[in-house]
């Protein structure tokens, strides 16, 4: 039992680090700007099962589909930070873009299940940057060992617990921008997308680094 929670606590501030909910839902709160409360709660809702499917898939099968596919952690990294970064950049552009692309987005007037998973859960949630914390911990398992079932149980709660945060996280986005002021929480969803930028960045450089240390 103390493997458990003690491996549970670990995935949980690991994991929980990168996702990063509280601050992703002020940017969610600002790309769902055009949709309605009913469909942001769906999303949230979708956004979270998703999020479920991917870290426990990263973290018990992650290396084997790299692993198959010829796919260094290298490549995923550099390939995902540039993807996160370009999010992040466009989410920086002036407020009368953003207007403009919302209003864009409005009249294609795309489905929730269009958007839910690509690109509001990867990259935006749960990007390579989580994926790959995850199969770090998952290469980990201890194969063989008494505390296999406890690392799979502890991990695995972790991950679905995140996901319950992101859920609670983004359906309450209305009420965290409500509660800030839209002043405000435009100016704290710049700075969250300054950051997410420089995550992408350095989980790119990341990527380049492990590259070049294996060459």
């Not at 898939?57 to 198959?68: E, N, T």
């Not at 795309?110 to 914390?133: C, K, N, R, Y």
């Not at 921008?177 to 300054?194: E, K, P």
Request: glycine share 8%.
């Amino acid at each position: 039992m103390g493997g458990s929670i003690q491996t549970f606590l670990l995935t949980l501030s690991a994991l929980f680090s990168i996702v990063n909910p509280i601050g992703a839902a002020l940017i969610f709160s600002q790309i769902t700007a055009d949709r309605s409360h009913d469909e942001r709660r769906q999303l949230a809702r979708t956004i979270a099962m998703y999020s479920t499917l991917v870290m426990l898939g990263a973290l018990w099968g992650g290396a084997y589909v790299l692993s198959f596919f010829g796919i260094s952690l290298s490549a995923l990294r550099i390939a995902g930070g540039f993807i996160i970064a370009a999010s992040a950049w466009r989410l920086l552009q002036s407020p009368e873009q953003q207007e403009e692309r919302k209003q864009q987005q409005a009249s294609e007037a795309e489905g929730i299940d269009a958007v839910a998973f690509f690109p509001l859960t990867m990259p935006f949630t749960t990007g390579p940057g989580t994926i790959s914390v995850a199969i770090a911990i998952g290469s980990s398992l201890p194969v063989g060992q008494p505390s296999f079932l406890p690392f799979v149980l502890g991990a695995s709660a972790a991950a679905i617990v995140l996901a319950v945060i992101i859920w609670v996280a983004y359906s309450s986005a209305d009420r965290i921008v409500a509660f800030l002021g839209h002043a405000r929480a435009r100016v704290l969803s710049r700075l969250m997308a300054f950051l997410l930028l420089c995550v992408g960045t350095q989980i790119t450089l990341n990527g380049i680094a492990d590259f070049v240390h294996t060459l």
